[in-house]
């Protein structure tokens, strides 16, 4: 059904023209207690949405319109393993991955929790042997290095982790390759031991391009290191896969082979065997606490009232200013330096769930779904892209993301952390007038025509929303409940545009073309069936000799 023939739909475009009309530094002087009552915590992780451009009037709205949309439905469908998938006619059941109470999950009548049990404990039993050195390469070294080559869900996700879970790392060194670009690997490869490397090829199909032409050149690279013994790529190389045809054939054992099911997208994966680097790098109980956190994530979005819950809330907001205040990207800043790949990973969790320009039943969108995001760690931001949020015309809202403690922690640095990230909520809200403006310069001695002409370039429009979310730590616990956070805050908003948010179809069609065009760069194929401007490419490719 069509989201804006809904009367709350209706009520939030007649309340929008007003709420740019009072500045957000007004709504705070007239009304103090906004900071607390629009504030929400769960899982150890506060959401403070104070600073956004509402009111009850528009939160109320807001929360209506997740009623009319059936959201709570929608979720419930997806926790029992219904088909909610419904363009490949697949379960949505990451949730199942990270479940931690007896009850059965099915799909098409099986319970599939005991599968999912199984293959995490081969996971965990394979990663004790290489933690603890009882795995051994083809010298009888054991394992200092692991490479993990994947691409898309295969890649960020464990990156990710890995990266924000560091300070806890106490197995082998993880590295990960995912671009074609023969740059990344061999640089990779350079510093590496072979006798004492493990790769791990992570591919649901063992088909996929980019991760089969890295895992080739590894490949090659061992077998170069081993005298072309064939006996050594089982000691090597492992597999997150279900393709067992094709692992084998690669020469990996499918006693290696650890697989996940159909009804766990790529994006979504990382509680699966695709966490296998993460397990490797922590240990089987950090993987737990992983999961822990995601699972009571998903219980407080699974019971928690709407008003109070948070993907909801941060849902509903996004909402608001994408399809009634004009914006069309959101912004990522977390300020803990480890947390430097959560945008890359939100970017395809939200993009490749939401990018999409039809409805479940296939009909035409004439609504904005999907924003832009991006983003990088906020105490780099502010010396580059801040300055577009706070003086550019674009409204972007930011999320500002903070772990009040983590390990390792200097404590002079934290104070300074934690100061610039509130401090850059409160400028976006707060901006600076004219007046204030000219009373600062003339202060500095600026006055006459210089001070006028200056004032213009200092003048902050404030006014700009921000949501903060604080973790009271950055572990893994944590970690889980704000990945699981984000995961249903992009669940909800599909929802209430009435989109499949678990298929990903917009991927294809480049990949299809690719396979084409290098048969036609290695000469096996010819460049007719391409546009003029492909083949003008393609040529110029070939005429440099590359």
Request: proline share 4%; net charge negative.
């Amino acid at each position: 059904m069509n989201p804006t023939l809904t009367p709350s739909w209706q009520q939030l475009g007649a309340l929008a023209p007003e709420s740019g009309a009072v500045h957000l530094r007004e709504r705070f002087e007239t009304d103090p207690a906004r900071a607390e009552r629009y504030r929400a915590e769960a899982c150890g992780i506060s959401l403070d949405y104070s600073k956004n451009r509402i009111d009850d009037a528009v939160l109320k709205a807001l929360l209506a319109l997740a009623e009319a949309r059936g959201v709570s439905t929608l979720r419930d469908a997806m926790f029992s393993g219904e088909p909610i998938n419904n363009t490949e006619g697949r379960a949505v059941l990451h949730t199942a991955l990270r479940k931690q109470d007896a009850a059965p999950v099915r799909v098409a009548g099986e319970d599939v929790m005991p599968a999912v049990r199984e293959v995490r404990q081969r996971c965990y039993a394979f990663a004790e042997r290489v933690r603890s050195g009882a795995w051994l390469g083809f010298t009888g070294a054991t394992i200092s290095d692991v490479v993990n080559i994947g691409i898309g869900g295969s890649d960020l996700g464990p990156l990710m982790v890995c990266e924000a879970l560091k300070p806890y790392a106490d197995g082998p060194r993880l590295h990960f390759v995912s671009n074609v670009d023969s740059a990344q690997i061999v640089a990779t490869l350079k510093g590496l031991d072979p006798a004492r490397t493990l790769f791990i090829i992570a591919s649901k199909t063992f088909t996929t391009i980019e991760t089969l032409s890295n895992a080739r050149t590894a490949r090659q690279w061992l077998l170069d290191a081993a005298g072309g013994d064939e006996a050594a790529i089982a000691k090597h190389f492992v597999a997150v896969s279900t393709n067992r045809e094709k692992v084998t054939a690669f020469g990996i054992d499918a006693d290696n082979m650890f697989g996940f099911w159909d009804w766990v997208g790529g994006r979504y994966s990382l509680w699966s065997a695709i966490g296998l680097p993460i397990i490797i790098a922590q240990g089987a109980q950090r993987f737990d606490e992983l999961l822990h956190g995601a699972y009571e994530m998903d219980e407080h979005f699974r019971t928690a009232p709407l008003a109070s819950n948070l993907p909801v809330l941060l849902a509903l907001l996004g909402i608001w200013y994408i399809n009634f205040l004009g914006a069309r990207s959101q912004v990522i800043a977390p300020y803990n330096q480890t947390l430097h790949r959560l945008p890359a990973f939100l970017q395809q969790l939200d993009m490749e769930s939401n990018g999409k320009g039809v409805r479940r039943d296939g009909e035409r969108i004439a609504y904005s779904t999907g924003p832009v995001i991006w983003g990088e760690p906020g105490i780099n931001g502010q010396h580059a892209y801040f300055q577009l949020l706070h003086q550019g015309t674009a409204l972007i809202p930011v999320d500002f993301i903070l772990a009040l403690r983590q390990p390792d922690t200097l404590a002079s640095h934290q104070r300074t952390l934690m100061a610039s990230c509130f401090a850059q909520s409160a400028a976006l809200m707060r901006g600076k007038t004219a007046d204030e403006v000219r009373a600062e310069l003339s202060a500095r001695g600026f006055s006459g025509d210089a001070l006028e002409a200056a004032i213009p370039h200092r003048v902050f429009s404030g006014n700009r929303p921000s949501n903060t979310l604080l973790l009271d730590e950055l572990n893994p616990r944590r970690l889980g409940a704000l990945i699981a956070l984000y995961e249903h805050k992009v669940f909800v908003q599909g929802a209430i545009w009435d989109l499949n948010s678990f298929d990903q179809w917009g991927v294809e069609l480049g990949k299809q073309l690719a396979s084409g065009i290098e048969a036609v760069l290695a000469g096996t194929a010819d460049a007719s069936a391409y546009d003029a401007s492909t083949q003008a490419l393609i040529a110029r490719a070939q005429a440099s000799g590359a």
